[in-house]
């Protein structure tokens, strides 16, 4: 075959990829080997092995969406996304941020066809599409986690646990660039257990007050952990930004009733659980 020829092949599959069919070219230009039926059978392999190669590892990313629709719709909702998807993307972690992009874009009507059978819960307080993207959502989130965290040198272990007596007034410290803060209606700690272990179809579990505050890290043996926050651990990570020193974290929490110690307390407690992993000495800042 000469290289125009072969150039004109790998275009005319790769649009195969993202489009009904192949074109009646494309078809005639393939010479089936024997035990094949035809050139359409050869083809169709070859896309079904491209397509599973490309989805199959976002399931086992976007776990919290299977659980919430079916394997059966999960399946849908990833082919879907393939034929929806204009090309090849470089790297696992581009799809599954672009699948959660195209979750949250999904018609209303393509929403109730795969979550209607799927008892979704108090619908006054969460709509099909809020209940999905909070679910996709999670599972992006925990997958930057662990794709980021699980380098993690052992060595940073003691330097870390070793933070906890750093109390100088100057001191900057800093969430870890991993963790993520995150407010939901949905609660996100026990979406995360009931699909890490396949628990029986059952409504997605809401937070009492609306909404409430939670935080998504890994812990120093690289475990994800997903908590509710309460208002204190709220207050404090959002101000763990490096532009506040551990002396004004004391005084703003001293306006809601908390005293130095507790503040001081609360950031080692941060630290000893791999959240807080940065800590600068510069008064840059005050």
């Not at 959502?137 to 965290?149: G, K, N």
């Not at 993690?152 to 933070?163: A, C, N, W, Y």
């Not at 509710?228 to 001293?254: F, I, K």
């Amino acid at each position: 075959m000469k290289s125009f020829q072969l150039i004109r092949s790998q275009q005319q599959y790769l649009a195969s990829l993202h489009r009904q069919g192949p074109t009646p070219w494309f078809v005639n230009a393939i010479i089936p080997a024997i035990g094949f039926k035809d050139s359409t059978e050869v083809l169709e392999i070859y896309l079904q092995r491209s397509v599973s190669r490309t989805i199959d590892p976002l399931r086992k990313v976007f776990i919290s969406v299977g659980w919430l629709v079916g394997e059966e719709n999960l399946d849908r909702l990833l082919k879907w996304f393939y034929a929806y998807s204009p090309g090849e993307p470089l790297s696992a972690q581009i799809l599954a941020s672009e699948f959660e992009s195209f979750v949250g874009d999904l018609d209303e009507n393509l929403l109730d066809e795969i979550i209607a059978n799927r008892f979704v819960g108090d619908s006054e307080r969460l709509s099909l599409q809020q209940a999905l993207m909070a679910a996709a959502m999670l599972d992006w989130r925990s997958h930057w986690v662990q794709l980021h965290r699980s380098c993690l040198p052992e060595s940073r272990t003691k330097e870390i646990r070793d933070m906890r007596r750093h109390t100088s007034p100057w001191a900057r410290p800093q969430l870890d660039k991993t963790a993520r803060l995150c407010e939901s209606g949905v609660d996100l700690a026990k979406l995360f257990k009931l699909a890490l272990n396949q628990e029986p179809s059952q409504p997605i579990p809401l937070v009492e007050n609306n909404t409430a505050d939670f935080l998504i890290h890994a812990d120093l043996e690289h475990v994800t952990q997903i908590r509710q926050l309460d208002q204190h651990e709220s207050r404090l990570l959002n101000h763990c930004d490096g532009t506040h020193t551990y002396a004004s974290l004391r005084h703003e929490a001293s306006f809601h009733g908390r005293s130095w110690q507790e503040t001081d307390e609360l950031l080692a407690c941060l630290i000893e659980q791999g959240v807080i992993t940065q800590i600068s000495d510069s008064s840059e800042y005050w």
